[in-house]
């Protein structure tokens, strides 16, 4: 089975994907040519977790909907289990989006209010028409198992359930078609954590049992770190590290990845209160800066990186970073060191 | 091992559970709903309850004021009033539920996809529309009688066109809106086609604005329809109708009044029924209008 | 007045009911909190346990259709409770201001930045125009918005959340109030702005001298900048205690379950997440007893048939649960 598996090709394979728009600037600006997502390479090998962390307005969201041209890619490949996605007519495309579906933050919003339950997880396979009234019937009773969803849910508005319930149903209704690959839009960020908690494992036990593979985008390091195997990090529409989340996280290469842990919150007192390692904000996605898109940022920028993007290169270590200097930048890490203590 | 089942019961906040359709009607609603209904009986029974024909002439007693025999008195040609109204209920009734449904069911297909695509579709729907509406509808109506001649059925139409902008408008607005929604990106994800988002993730949200909406073009087609028959672009004499009696009241207003005022009032009465039961609706459907609706 | 007090916020025993007399509905049930000067306590919780609903009970803000009653609400040593709407109105924004979590709703879209900052501060400070107008480039100074002269000419669609946050900070520092009610100042921002403006909260509550209630959903953020912490559940605080101690010895079976859920995630190493089952009860409806009862691990008959009062188990920490009375 395992090595069966490598055989087949990944999940979802995306090679430099681009995905521009046009918008107008606020005001009475021109028309002008947003890049929100800039040559993304990504991969998200079967039965794999693969997390997409970065702020708002870094292209993550975007991205995701690139992958089932939800959003539109101007450029690249995007290949689902092999097969082209960015090239495929109109009924190729509605097949491929049997094997990949889509999670998103917004319990509620992502799904019809004036749909009983039973009839939102259903309706993926009405529309692929997988199977007959009967068997359809049992698929639902069993997707709502599957994500820990009682029996009478089925008959139920989602409005009647809480948002952890809703969550699951998303999931159920995300797993009718049996797909391959699950984007997960930050479906916990609207949740409670003991909510939040639940559903992770809801997500955890799919995952066993039905070998799907997900993309998480999240902008929550603690639950990327917690579910996925591998780490994307994403600035301004491009990648500028990537690795086994473990060492992403716990030894952060690039600039930005140790801001943003070093901007993560932790539960106790005791640790030194963190100091603000970026300042500014993110560009606007209309305005990226010249050299590396990061530089303006950066408290180690230096004259090349105005003038000179890095591109992402090896570390040696199977994490690729996208900076000059990584070598070179000091070791300690302003959460590295914890000083765990008191009563 | 799934992870640990939760109760459905204990759900967050406090549970919205589905009303009864009618729990909440304010006092408004239900005047108006009572005076429809009255209204709507009274039409349909108008062969059980009157002991005349509507077309039955009495030469010996024309114009004469309210009786036992005429609770609302005769007309010129000696017709009961009250068996007139009656009758003529039905067609401003029909004729008016007629057109609005028409302009619903035109509104919702040129503003659903026209909100749902926006781009070209919504342009082109959307400068028709505002071709329609800038003609005063007065002068619409009379375009199509000249087209098609009078009757009930081109009074219908023209009450109808009428109203299509304005139900247009309403379901693009709220298709807009619906369309950008989260679940309906999830139904394209899961491959469903164009139409059936439409049909099964929009439309459904169009529908309660679409009620309310049908309840306040009511009144406005009811008094639509009188005029035109006033006019005499309707109904065809001697088929009654309130505002064909009205306008051939009018001649004779000098020997009785009953004629032409018991038609007013029974037009007034219902259009105020129809507003009141609008207005109550309203509150009771349309979210914005209710606090802390979530 | 309140230079002598160290106290800037004393209530006692607040509640927040909604609906008309036939079927009113209580949804904060009574609680007490002290926050003295220069001090921050947080009230955490999770959505619908009523920690925001207390916050705007604080500003008299709560939706309308809702009724707020206490005991005793003093801020900065003056009565709010005996004050008609009018009176309260002049006290807000001066001796008790607030900071919303989204900064964008809390401004209109069709003003000038500049023009919205000049209203409210010739109505809180009684300056004039051209006062007001060097008023706002200090404040925004002060919460290190550099170029003020060109983001007071703005609108506020044309700046980040995390600029229009820093700008809401300043506005609402601006007449120098003894309590921030600051709900959630920093959710609708991105992790990295969230250090920046907490780090600008604290450092403007040195300067001003005020007393702050953070309302948060994030036990991670209350643990960096509160002083001490009130755990809300169903429209109570059920444990509150000095942060140090509420995060190294946490007694509510609640506190706990919270707490062991955010370290699980936040670590590693954890392969399966302990969850609390089920979700927190409607805030109108918290059923008999504890409201935690039914998803409380430890829970006996007990816990169903009364409500545990707040009691002391240490200095300054109270809980209430049956099983600490013991």
């Not at chain 1, 491929?96 to 579906?101: D, G, I, S, Y």
């Amino acid at each position: 089975m395992q090595a069966r598996r490598d055989e087949l090709p990944p999940s979802v394979d995306v090679r430099d994907l681009v995905v521009q728009f046009r918008v107008r600037a606020p005001g009475v600006g021109p028309r002008v040519v947003v890049r929100a997502v800039d040559g993304v390479s990504l991969r998200v090998g079967r039965g794999a977790t693969v997390g997409l962390v970065g702020e708002s307005g870094s292209g993550k969201s975007t991205f995701g909907r690139a992958l089932l041209r939800l959003a539109p890619a101007s450029g690249g490949s995007v290949r689902i289990e092999g097969e082209d996605v960015l090239g495929a007519g109109h009924r190729e495309l509605r097949a491929l989006r049997q094997r990949a579906q889509m999670v998103f933050q917004n319990p509620i919003g992502s799904l019809n209010t004036r749909m009983r339950v039973g009839r939102i997880v259903r309706e993926p396979l009405d529309i692929q028409r997988i199977g007959d009234r009967v068997s359809r019937r049992a698929r639902v009773r069993e997707l709502l198992d599957q994500v820990g969803l009682p029996r009478d849910a089925e008959g139920r508005y989602p409005h009647e359930l809480s948002g952890g319930q809703q969550q699951r149903i998303a999931l159920a209704r995300a797993l009718a078609s049996a797909p391959s690959l699950i984007i997960c839009d930050e479906p916990v960020a609207a949740l409670d954590v003991s909510i939040q908690a639940q559903v992770l494992e809801v997500l955890k036990d799919v995952q066993r049992a039905t070998g799907v593979s997900y993309l998480f985008i999240s902008h929550d390091l603690n639950v990327v770190r917690h579910l996925a195997h591998e780490t994307y990090v994403m600035y301004l529409g491009g990648v500028v590290e990537h690795g086994p989340s473990a060492s992403v996280f716990a030894s952060p290469r690039h600039p930005y990845t140790r801001g943003l842990v070093a901007a993560t919150p932790v539960a106790d007192p005791e640790r030194a209160r963190r100091s603000p390692l970026l300042r500014g904000e993110i560009p606007s996605p209309m305005e990226v800066p010249p050299g590396c898109r990061f530089h303006t940022r950066c408290p180690f920028a230096e004259e090349r990186c105005r003038e000179e993007a890095p591109v992402l290169g090896e570390t040696g270590d199977g994490g690729r970073v996208a900076c000059h200097f990584w070598r070179e930048l000091p070791r300690e890490d302003p959460r590295a060191a914890p000083t765990r203590g008191g009563a | 091992m799934s992870a640990v089942p939760v109760s459905v019961r204990d759900a967050t906040g406090p549970t919205v559970t589905v009303p009864r359709w009618w729990r909440g009607l304010s006092w408004r609603a239900l005047v108006g709903a009572g005076g429809v209904a009255a209204f709507l009986v009274a039409a349909v029974l108008a062969g059980a309850v009157s002991p005349y024909s509507p077309d039955a002439l009495a030469i010996g007693s024309r114009l004469e004021g309210p009786s036992a025999a005429h609770l609302l008195g005769t007309d010129q040609l000696g017709r009961d009033v009250l068996t007139r109204i009656l009758y003529g209920l039905r067609p401003s009734l029909e004729s008016g539920f007629a057109a609005i449904m028409m302009a619903a069911v035109v509104g919702v297909a040129l503003g659903l996809p026209s909100g749902y695509f926006g781009s070209l579709v919504d342009t082109v729907v959307t400068r028709v529309l505002d071709l329609l509406v800038a003609w005063p509808a007065v002068f619409l109506a009379l375009a199509i009688v000249l087209l098609l001649g009078t009757g009930e059925l081109q009074v219908i139409v023209a009450i109808g066109l009428a109203e299509v902008p304005v139900f247009s408008r309403l379901v693009r607005s709220i298709a807009m809106v619906a369309a950008r929604s989260d679940h309906v990106v999830a139904a394209r994800a899961a491959g469903a086609s164009s139409l059936r988002i439409m049909l099964r993730h929009v439309l459904p949200f169009v529908v309660t604005p679409l009620v309310v909406q049908f309840a306040i073009a009511a009144p406005q087609a009811l008094v639509a329809e009188a005029s035109l028959n006033y006019l005499g672009l309707g109904t065809h004499p001697p088929a009654p109708s309130l505002g064909a009696m009205v306008s051939e009241g009018q001649s004779f207003l000098a020997y009785a009044a009953g004629p032409i005022v018991f038609p007013i009032l029974v037009i007034v009465a219902l259009v105020v029924s129809l507003t009141l039961l609008a207005d109550g609706l309203q509150d009771r459907l349309d979210p914005r209008s209710r606090i802390g609706a979530r | 007045m309140a230079a002598g007090t160290e106290t800037v916020l004393d209530v006692e025993n607040l509640r927040v009911s909604s609906g008309a007399r036939g079927e009113r509905r209580v949804l904060v049930r009574g609680v007490s909190l002290t926050v003295g000067r220069r001090r921050t306590v947080a009230l955490v919780g999770e959505s619908g346990s009523g920690k925001t609903l207390t916050g705007l009970a604080l500003m008299g803000l709560t939706p309308a259709g809702t009724a707020v009653a206490a005991e005793r609400l003093l801020v900065g040593g003056v009565d709010l409770t005996r004050m008609s709407e009018p009176e309260f109105a002049r006290v807000r924004g001066r001796r008790i201001a607030m900071v919303f979590q989204n900064p964008m709703e809390a401004l209109n879209p069709v003003l000038r930045v500049g023009h919205q900052f000049s209203q409210v501060l010739t109505r809180n400070l009684g300056v004039s125009r051209s006062d007001a107008r060097d008023r706002a480039r200090e404040l925004l100074d002060s919460v290190g918005v550099s170029d003020a002269r060109r983001r007071l000419g703005q609108y506020p669609f044309e700046m980040s959340g995390g600029m229009l946050q820093r700008m809401m900070i300043a506005l609402a520092l601006a007449a120098e109030p003894d309590l921030l009610v600051a709900d959630e100042p920093t959710t609708a921002l991105d992790t990295t702005l969230q250090a920046q403006v907490m780090a600008l909260l604290a450092e403007r509550r040195e300067d001003v001298g005020m007393g702050m209630v953070l309302v948060s959903h994030d036990l991670g953020l209350v643990a960096e900048y509160a002083d001490e912490v009130n755990v809300m559940y169903a429209g109570r605080v059920v444990e509150r205690a000095p942060t140090r101690e509420m995060f190294a010895s946490p007694v509510h079976p609640y506190t706990l379950a919270l707490l062991r859920t955010v370290r699980e995630i936040a670590s590693p190493g954890t392969d399966r997440l302990s969850s609390i089952p089920g979700s927190p009860p409607p805030l109108d409806d918290p059923g008999s007893g504890c409201a935690f009862a039914p998803r409380c691990s430890f829970a006996t008959a007990e816990c169903t048939a009364v409500v545990p009062e707040l009691k002391g188990v240490a200095e300054g920490h109270d809980v209430a649960c049956v099983r600490s009375e013991r």
